[in-house]
């Protein structure tokens, strides 16, 4: 990985475009973070960006939308009608005073989207680098109506770009060799009588405990009422910690800090008991993305949390600011700074008796359970199944279809995969 990220960031410095990419759990985007932090610690201007709010949150960065200052537009003839095709003045110096500009989740970018951020960059005269990141078998992009999904590779732009594709391939979530190899023909949808026989071994009894199994669901509502039944059978008491959010601008709305709040997966009112089993949601020295714990006590300032590995985490609020890039005057100079709209306090947890797929994102479960019957498109199965971080702690809910019906991609990402 040391390596990987000394290339990658001597090809940055000389503006060089890279693709990184590779299947779930091989570090993308610890990478991504480690590359930006040393960019940061060089003070150079990053730019952190993806196509939604939760993949833009798990970067620290902001949407494509909002720093490129698309509105609402989906494509180039929109941006026409809503007036939005020529770009101001002070997003163009923004734009241009950038070393770096991070495009992560780039399997969930259109073609049509593509060509829009390639128009602003070249709008803006940008000669900085851009490393965009993902895997195209992975959640493809929202499209509107029944129109065709048309990746960002597609575009005219992704050939101009000729980005230099890096791929990382060592899977860090597990070593059990099998399921690698299971996971590979997953995310290829591909379906044999081998790989038929090795998901019907993950059918297994439901768990007499359920608070020892996170549910992985394809629906939010199923997941917050899965939720909302386990907590309440806990006979302990309810505590309800309110998410503490200072706003820094007036100008802010109520709708984008429920946005925020939701996309950054950060609770408003985090109900809990002491009992309750949770999820950590967030990367630390001593906790991951995903680990596991049981609430063994609660006071005023922390929350007691006890990990599987019996190491118990003291655990406090963080804080996750939703930031933009302005002008102001530093010292007699006008710059440019990374400012903070509003900054919202709470715990890193969510409750771990479920959680829904495109939640899970970047997470590492040991204790899975997987209502198949809940996956409904293309790469979701592999990327529910990509979660798992012990085989052997693994149930899947028997679908009632066939297996090649649930693990399938899309076409076209599968043959830009193979060939590139």
């Known amino acids: 990985m040391n390596y990987k990220k000394k290339l990658i960031v001597k090809k940055l410095q000389n503006n060089e475009k890279i693709f990184l990419t590779g299947g779930a759990g091989v570090g993308k985007t610890t990478l991504v973070r480690e590359i930006i932090k040393e960019y940061e610690e060089d003070a150079k201007k990053v730019a952190k960006l993806a196509s939604t709010g939760m993949s833009a949150t798990l970067i620290g960065g902001q949407t494509l ?49 593509f060509d829009m951020i390639a128009l602003r960059l070249s709008q803006a005269n940008f000669k900085g680098a851009v490393l965009v990141v993902g895997d195209f078998l992975q959640l ?28 990382l391939t060592h899977i860090y979530r597990t070593d059990d060799k099998k399921f690698i190899e299971l996971l590979h023909n997953i ?8 790989i038929h026989n090795h998901l019907n071994s993950y059918i297994k009894p439901i768990p007499h405990d359920l ?5 992985l669901f394809g629906k939010n509502h199923s997941s917050a009422l899965h939720n909302k039944e386990q907590l309440e059978s806990i006979e302990n008491e309810l505590v309800v910690k309110e998410a503490e959010i200072i706003i820094h601008k007036k100008s802010i709305k109520e709708y984008e800090i429920e946005k925020f709040l939701e996309d950054a997966r950060i609770e408003k009112e985090l109900h809990i008991k002491i009992d309750a089993p949770v999820l950590f949601t967030r990367n630390s020295w001593n906790y991951f993305n995903g680990e596991r714990g049981i609430i063994i006590n609660i006071d005023d300032n922390f929350i007691y949390v ?18 933009r890039w302005i002008e102001k005057m530093v010292e007699g100079q006008k710059e440019l700074v990374e400012e903070a709209l509003f900054s919202v306090y709470q715990f890193p947890i969510k409750l771990a008796f479920a959680i829904t797929i495109h939640k899970s994102q970047g997470m590492s479960i040991e204790d899975l359970i997987i209502e198949t019957n809940e996956i409904f498109a293309p790469s979701q199965f592999y990327v529910a199944l990509s ?15 066939q297996w090649y019906q649930l693990a ?7 043959e830009f995969v193979k060939i590139t």
């Open 187 to 194: 995310r290829f949808g591909v379906i044999d009588e081998t």
């Open 140 to 167: 493809p992009p929202v499209i509107r109506g029944k129109s065709e999904v048309k990746f960002a590779f597609e575009s005219k732009s992704w050939q101009e770009y000729q980005f230099e594709k890096i791929e």
């Open 306 to 323: 006890q990990k599987t590995d019996k190491k118990i985490i003291k655990l406090e609020v963080t804080v996750q600011n939703r930031t």
């Open 387 to 401: 979660r798992s971080s012990n085989p052997q702690r693994l149930n899947l809910i028997a679908p009632k279809v």
């Open 408 to 414: 399938f991609a899309n076409s076209k990402a599968m």
């Open 65 to 113: 939308h909002s720093f490129l200052d698309f509105g609402i537009s989906s494509n180039i003839e929109e941006l026409q009608r809503d007036m939005k095709l020529e770009i101001k003045k002070k997003i163009k110096k923004i734009i241009s005073s950038m070393d770096l500009i991070v495009i992560d989740e780039i399997s969930m970018v259109s073609d049509a989207l």
């Open 211 to 215: 608070h020892d199994f996170t549910f």
